[in-house]
Antibody
Framework: EVQLVESGGGLVKPGGSLRLSCAAS????????MSWVRQAPGKGLEWVGR??????????DYAAPVKGRFTISRDDSKNTLFLQMNSLKTEDTAVYYC?????WGQGTLVTVPS | SSELTQDPAVSVALGQTVRITCQGD??????PSWFQQKPGQPPLLVIF???DRPSGIPDRFSGSISGNTASLTIAGAQAGDEADYYC???????????FGGGTKLTVL
């Protein structure tokens, strides 16, 4: 059974930083292209960014609203995906999902109060 | 353009067939994926590729595409199909992923 389990969410002040983790099991993580997708309260899905597998180049892409502030990385030895979020804004408040698009975690809530 | 446009809300009578549409330029080049999301749950992939369903998704769900418009068709709608549905594709210019705004399906 594939499991993606996010952690690291919480309350952070504007301008602060937070690091999310996503632990994967039941999937060949090293071969997986992994994305972060977020959902603001009551809103739709928004793609945040993606990291390719090492065999796919290991490169990253980011959505315009987070480019330069967020960094996606991976540790294939620990089957773990990361999202480093810096210079957080109120509009970053959302549930953050780790996903292969085929499989999704339950999400972790990040709150940046105004 | 990287945008995918969906109708905000659609309704269907119990047992009838409903089509949820998604429009965007990228759909001329890439097949979309479709996701179902129920309140408090993560999205669930229901259609990917030309018209493929993950294991466990009933064949009442099907996908099609014509020009820049993709459709998710649900035959014999059930109360359990009531959910938000999102299409997803790629941005042609930047190789980003993009989601439609979502369609709230109500089963009457």
């Amino acid at each position: 059974e594939v499991q993606l389990v996010e952690s690291g969410g919480g309350l952070v002040k504007p301008g602060g930083s937070l690091r999310l983790s996503c632990a994967a099991s039941g999937v060949t993580f090293s071969n997986a292209w992994m994305s972060w997708v977020r959902q603001a309260p009551g809103k739709g899905l928004e793609w945040v960014g993606r990291i390719r597998s090492k065999s796919g180049g290991g490169t990253t892409d980011y959505a315009a609203p987070v480019k330069g502030r967020f960094t996606i990385s991976r540790d294939d030895s620990k089957n773990t995906l990361f999202l480093q979020m810096n210079s957080l804004k109120t509009e970053d408040t959302a549930v953050y999902y780790c996903t292969t698009l085929f499989y999704w975690g339950q999400g972790t809530l990040v709150t940046v109060p105004s | 353009s990287s945008e995918l446009t969906q109708d905000p809300a659609v309704s269907v009578a119990l047992g009838q067939t409903v089509r949820i549409t998604c429009q965007g330029d990228s759909l001329r080049s890439y097949y979309p994926s479709w996701f179902q999301q129920k309140p408090g749950q993560p999205p669930l992939l229901v259609i990917f590729g030309e018209n493929d369903r993950p294991s466990g998704i009933p064949d009442r769900f099907s996908g099609s595409i014509s020009g820049n418009t993709a459709s998710l068709t649900i035959a014999g709608a059930q109360a359990g199909d009531e959910a938000d549905y999102y299409c997803q594709s790629r941005d042609i210019s930047y190789n980003h992923l993009v989601f439609g705004g979502g369609t709230k399906l109500t089963v009457l």
